[in-house]
């Protein structure tokens, strides 16, 4: 199956080339073997991963072009150069042109062949982890699938752990993340489409959609907007993110989801979205992505309905909490203490009194100790991790609440929006800044600052679309039908009973949408 | 082609009910005077049936042409005269913007005395509301539906928490010292409605058929002076006569309803109409610039936000000393203004539009 | 260039913002006021407050409770001079209630009430009360091993009394009614020796003529009040009869309904009782259910509401000789005959003297519990 895949790939880039036709300074093989050897060579300049095997065949010559590592040597032998050394006698042809075409056909047994007549070409199947052989004599070369890189094996993705459902998440090569979603989703409306981007790197990236399903308008445009890439490398693909977001929109909020999970993309393509897998990184994008979405999780749908409708409201109600609390804590106790029953704001006065710092002082200190502590504990090799828990344990537990530099209120609070960060993993990034945000303002302007600047963000989420839809649809604007999957969990035969489309949601403005009143 | 905003009806009334109940949450001493708020109960119902005249020209004007709001019509049928209409309208939003913002530093300033500078809070308020109307109408109109549910849970809740307090004693018999009040209450109310010359701007721009908006007008007018009613009760119901001291007694009773341990919810009603007054501030400065646009095109629109910002947060530093803000003069201020705008206008543009219409039919008939 | 100017003016609003900073107090800088008792002295106000103290806390998880007395010309210039004395900014919003001396609510209440009415930190649910001792007594007093807590003083007042800011002025602001308030005062126990003896209890009701305080009510008077006003359980009822000796009954609820009739211009208010009492207990000689219960039952129902009856008679009596409305008959007239009201309500104090009234009253006994031990 790989190799099918790596013939598929094969035919889409080369076909893809062909057809663009665009790079008319193409540089096309001599007849000379030792004219294109030496153009190679100079291309590659003195690299050590390049290997070039002079073989002789029946008096002419020829040469065996491959990147060290790349190639599995095994497959190489039994399936190129056995045959070639053990059949030379019976190549027929008196020119090279036709002593190539005799070995194409009738001695490799590699089942992935590709011709190609220019270096371009060759470069990327050579670096692809193809073998190149070229015969004097011949304007074009060979191209044999024998690649044997080593890659990390399918496993668990760390960063979306589930209860239930597949322990199998992406991998780096591009080709075996195709693999996993097509085990997945056994119908021809699948689709991959490849393209290259990076002017150096040249990574591959896959768009993978379902025909059916997808805007036609939004596929358009994510193919112009990756075609606006103009990244030297992409590494990951975190990279593209900016380039897939709409130009001069700043949000907090991210309109491009990532996930490393093969069965949360077939989820999102089966509803129109467009997941673009990047060679190189397990991460997957998935445009458009709504603000609903970040709560929503593989989870929730196997579970029981009550259940899954109580853990979406707990997501909810995590990330007010992880957002509003500090701010809030800061705001009303140091401006509306009115609103504190008489118990928890004699707590807090003690507190604030035994403590050398004004209370939203302490609340930013303690948060950047912790956002320190969480970094460090990212970053630290695995084998001091302990150290770190246990210093913070130490620092922020016990001593910074003993030695009276910091209240037990406060750190309590600290404790609980951390926790209720972990909640929903994925808006970590915006939490953690709108926690400061929020912080400075309660603390300057309380309960009345905090309103005006959560209006400013709630407008600010609110002004964004994703691909033309409305990054809050459905809840603004409002669609009853879809509440189905956002204020409840329904039952799977309830939501099995229409698909909903992303680009069909209310408010959208994709202009090859089902305008229907239902949805 | 100009892109036009995709809002949809129910967002067009939730941005306008929660525009008008911010104003209704401040209603008190402040701007009826001694007025007594029990015979409010008629103002309310009578305002109710007078605010669905003052709506006639303005649907008819809708009906006529759906894709054509007022400040495009006074373009395309008064040419150079249609210009100087619509800074007028220009005119009217910034003062609907500034006499909410007096409302909000006054409220401010006796309500919660806060430590800061209450005009800066002001200014704080002008500019970010200047964000929200540089985002554009499909922004705020979004955001005011969360703002709108927020809202309308507040009001359940104050209502729910008040019902238990109420004393029927407090209910004298309507109209018991002479119509004075009636009327007051009738040109207050009516001269808040500074949301029907919005509406006139607001409802060709909506998505969805004539027949769904002209529900969504009777709805959301009968929702605003429903929860009116129902408040006047309420904050009778409660206070008896301890109402005329109070210059805001719509917040004074949120200040007497309780839930469990805590006490004193008022700032957090206090919140949500803050977001309420945001909203307010940015549609009104949203439609300002509108009519800048109609004249000057999008460019000078966004530009024309900030300026108009600046402006309204000078006059902020002086707004207590408008003798105009002071309460008899702003009603008839804002009536005369507001009659302006949603009647004689839209009768003398339906009258070009008429014409303009037979005069098409008969070309088209030769 | 635009961009420039854009970030500077917002870096200018930020700074701005940031000056806010500066008049900020912490929450253990500020004074939480939790009592406010005002007394009377021959030319000055004396104003007690009691407030948490979170600079000299009792323990780590209690605040100390501090007790300032400041005086002034006026109750605001009194309070105003609290932040001179601590240094502390005082909060008024946590405040519970508010006790009067005697002698400052007869000089009349409209020189100081207007703060608690306006201020914006102030609540209208503040609970109102007056006293023979003087408030800085009061908020001494121990209440076990520790002083007492506003929170003692404000439980000690009946819900259903209304004796607060909202029921006060809205009484004090009708020129027909006058407002009534909870008297407490410190009772001496008599069954212990111990230092300190003394306790706070609700004594009885303190009502005004328009401002000024005019009467104390207590025991009889206040019951009477008290029932009329449909609080329950502040007084029992000592029944006594052939059959069952000494019975103690206690009032559980009670509903008050009052209805005017005019006749030839002669105003009579019916008041009709509905009353739900239960037994508290029975004399240890006689025996209650060796009788016929139900006819026991009801001897007992007709002596209680006989007893009521002139309870409130004599109660009802007194308080209108005083001529003053603190059963808002005026209201009650206005809005059962409008007109009628409208007539006569300039000469309102007038009627009011000759107002003629008759209980009626349903008592029921609910709970008559077991036999005596």
């Known amino acids: 199956m790989f190799m099918g895949f790596m013939r598929h790939f094969l035919n889409t880039y080369v076909y893809n080339k062909n057809q663009k036709n665009v ?52 497959t190489l032998t039994h399936s190129v150069m056995k045959p070639i050394i053990e059949k030379q006698d019976e190549i027929q042809g008196t020119t ?58 399918i496993s668990e993705p760390s960063t979306e752990i589930m209860q239930r459902g597949s322990r199998e998440g992406f991998v780096e090569p591009l080709m075996i993340n195709m693999t996993l979603i097509r085990r997945r989703l056994k119908t021809t409306d699948l689709r991959f489409d490849l393209t290259q981007i990076g002017g150096v790197s040249k990574t591959s990236v896959c768009l993978c959609y379902l025909n059916s399903k997808v805007s036609k308008d939004i596929l358009k445009k994510v193919k112009q907007k990756l075609s606006g890439v103009n990244l030297e490398s992409i590494m990951e693909s975190g990279y593209i993110i900016p380039y897939l977001e709409d130009q001069g929109d700043f949000s907090l909020f991210s309109s491009v989801g990532m996930t490393e999970r093969p069965d949360t993309v077939c989820g999102k393509i089966s509803e129109g979205r467009i997941a673009i897998l990047i060679d190189g990184t397990p991460n997957v994008l998935i445009v458009p992505y709504l603000f609903i979405e970040y709560f929503q999780h593989l989870d929730d749908y196997s579970m029981h309905t009550y259940f899954a409708t109580f853990t979406r409201w707990l997501k909810y109600l995590a990330f007010v909490l992880s957002v509003l609390l500090p701010g809030l804590y800061v705001g009303i106790s140091t401006f509306n203490p009115e609103i504190l029953p008489g118990p928890i704001l004699t707590k807090i006065a003690l507190a604030v009194g035994t403590t050398p710092f004004s209370l939203m002082f302490e609340t930013i200190l303690i948060h950047l100790i912790y956002e320190i502590m969480r970094e460090a504990g990212l970053r630290i090799p695995r084998p001091l991790g302990h150290a770190v828990s246990i210093v913070g344990a130490l620092v922020i537990g016990e001593t910074a609440v003993s030695s ?43 309960i009345w600052g905090i309103m005006i600047v959560f209006t400013l963000v709630l407008v600010n989420i609110c002004s964004k679309n994703s691909y033309g839809v409305p990054f809050t649809s459905p809840i603004s604007p409002f669609n009853i039908f879809a509440m189905r999957d956002v204020l409840v969990r329904s039952g799977w035969s309830f939501l099995a009973k229409k698909n909903i489309r992303v680009q069909d949601l209310p408010g959208s403005e994709v202009k090859d949408r089902n305008i229907n009143k239902n949805i | 082609m100009e892109k036009r905003p995709c809002i949809s009806v129910g967002q067009i009334f939730s941005m306008l009910f ?73 005119l009217y939003f910034l003062i609907i913007t500034l006499h909410t913002l007096s409302i909000f530093d006054n409220f401010v300033a006796n309500c919660i005395n806060p430590p800061i500078s209450v005009r800066l809070l002001c200014i704080f308020m002008l500019f970010s509301a200047c964000y929200g109307a540089y985002k554009g109408l499909e922004a705020l109109s979004r955001a005011s539906s969360f703002i709108f549910i927020a809202t309308v849970l507040a009001l359940i809740f104050m209502f729910s928490s008040l019902i238990s307090s109420v004393e029927t004693i407090n209910f004298r018999p309507l109209i018991y010292e002479n119509y004075s009040s009636v009327t007051e209450g009738i040109l207050y109310m009516i001269s808040q409605s500074s949301c029907l010359v919005a509406l006139g701007i607001l409802l060709p721009m909506a998505t969805g058929s004539s027949r769904k908006k002209f529900a969504g007008i009777i709805l959301w007018n009968i929702g605003v002076y429903v929860s009116f009613v129902l408040m006047i009760i309420l904050i009778t119901g409660t206070m008896g006569e301890f109402v005329s001291t109070q210059l805001f007694p719509v917040y004074t009773a949120t200040s007497i309803g309780k839930f469990g341990a805590f006490r004193h919810l008022d700032s957090l009603y206090l919140g949500i109409w803050m977001a309420g007054i945001f909203l307010k501030t ?52 804002l009536i005369t203004f507001l009659i302006f705008n949603i009647i004689l206008i839209p009768i003398i543009l339906i009258i070009l539009k008429n014409k303009k219409i037979s005069k098409e039919s008969k070309i088209f008939e030769k | 260039m635009r961009n420039k100017i854009l970030n500077l003016s917002f870096i200018f609003i930020i700074i701005m913002l940031f000056s806010g900073c500066s008049e900020q107090h912490q929450l253990h800088q500020k004074l939480i006021i939790q009592g406010i008792g005002i007394d009377k002295t021959a030319d000055n106000y004396k104003v007690t407050v009691q407030a948490l103290d979170f600079q000299n806390p ?68 503040v609970k109102i009360c007056v006293t023979k001792s003087q408030t800085s007594e009061i908020f001494k007093l121990k209440y076990g091993e520790k002083s007492i807590k506003s929170k003692n003083i404000h439980d000690l007042i009946p819900q259903k009394l209304n004796s607060d800011i909202l029921h006060f002025v809205s009484n004090l602001k009708n020129s027909y009614t006058d407002p009534w308030i909870a008297w407490l005062d410190i009772e001496e126990k008599k069954e212990s020796n ?61 509903k008050t309904d009052i209805n005017p009739e005019i006749n030839n211009n002669n105003i009579k208010f019916c008041i009709n009782l509905n009353i739900n009492a239960s037994v508290f207990s029975l004399d240890k000689n006689k025996n209650f259910y060796t009788h016929n ?23 009802l009596s007194k308080i209108l000789k005083l001529n003053i409305d603190v059963f808002e008959f005026s209201k009650i007239l206005r809005n059962s005959c409008p007109k009628y009201f409208k007539l006569i309500r300039n000469n309102w104090r007038e009627h009011l003297k000759n107002v003629k009234f008759e209980i009626k009253q349903d008592i029921k006994i609910t709970a008559t519990g077991k036999e005596p031990i």
């Not at chain 1, 808006?427 to 309380?446: A, D, M, R």
């Not at chain 2, 999008?298 to 902020?316: A, D, N, P, T």
């Not at chain 3, 009477?224 to 006594?240: E, R, T, W």
């Open chain 2, 282 to 333: 940015s549609l009104f400065l949203l439609l300002a610039s509108e009519g800048i646009k109609k004249i000057w095109g999008e460019k000078i629109r966004k530009i024309s936000i900030l300026i108009m910002s600046i402006l309204l947060s000078i006059c902020v530093f002086f707004i207590n000393n408008f003798s105009i803000l002071k309460k008899n003069s702003i009603t008839v201020f």
């Open chain 1, 404 to 446: 009276g530099l910091i209240g037990a209120p406060t750190l309590m609070v600290v404790a609980l929006t951390a926790i209720s960060s972990y909640v929903i993993p994925n808006l970590y990034e915006p939490i953690s800044i709108l926690k400061f945000v929020f912080i400075i303002t309660g603390g300057l302007l309380g």
């Open chain 3, 58 to 125: 009792m323990s780590e998880d209690e605040p100390s409770l501090k007790i300032i007395e400041i005086s002034g010309e006026s109750v605001t210039k009194a309070l105003d001079n609290i932040s001179k004395k601590t240094s502390l900014k005082p909060v008024y919003s946590q405040n519970l209630v508010l006790i009067l001396g005697e002698e400052a609510a007869k000089t009349g209440v409209n020189n100081f009430i207007d703060f608690f009415v306006r201020h914006c930190e102030t609540r209208p649910k």
């Open chain 2, 18 to 90: 929660v525009s008008r109940m911010v104003i209704t949450m401040t209603y008190g001493t402040l701007l009826i005077g001694d007025s007594d708020i029990w015979d409010h109960l008629i103002s309310a119902i009578l305002s109710l049936s007078i605010t669905f005249l003052l709506i006639l020209p303005i649907y008819k004007l809708y009906i006529l042409d759906t894709k054509m709001n007022i400040l495009d019509n006074l373009r395309d049928l008064m040419g150079k005269l249609g210009h100087f209409f619509i800074l007028i309208y220009v």
């Open chain 3, 194 to 254: 111990k230092e300190n003896n003394k306790e706070l209890v609700l004594k009885g009701i303190g009502i005004f003529k328009e401002d000024k305080l005019i009467n104390l009510l207590e025991n009889q008077d206040a019951f009477g009040f008290m029932i009329l006003k449909n609080v329950p359980n502040f007084n029992s009822c000592i029944i006594n009869t052939e059959q069952t000796g000494e019975i103690t009954c206690v009032i559980n609820n009670s």
């Open chain 1, 23 to 74: 790079q008319k300074n193409k540089k096309f093989f001599s007849r000379l073997l030792c004219e294109n050897i030496e153009f190679i060579k100079r291309e590659f300049g003195d690299t050590a991963d390049l290997s070039i095997k002079y073989l002789k065949i029946k008096d002419i010559s020829s040469a065996l072009i491959t990147i060290g590592g790349m190639v599995n040597k095994d």
């Open chain 3, 293 to 315: 219960f139900e006819e026991t039952k009801k001897e007992l129902e007709n002596k209680l509401s006989e007893q009521i009856k002139q309870i409130c008679n004599e109660t």
């Open chain 1, 96 to 153: 090279g042109q036709e002593k190539y075409k005799y070995i194409r056909d009738n001695i490799i047994v590699s089942p992935d062949q590709l011709q190609v007549s220019n270096f371009d070409d060759a470069f990327n199947m050579l670096m692809s982890g193809f073998a190149l052989l070229a015969i004097d004599g011949c304007d074009c070369m060979l191209c044999l699938g024998v690649q044997g890189f080593s890659f990390r094996s």
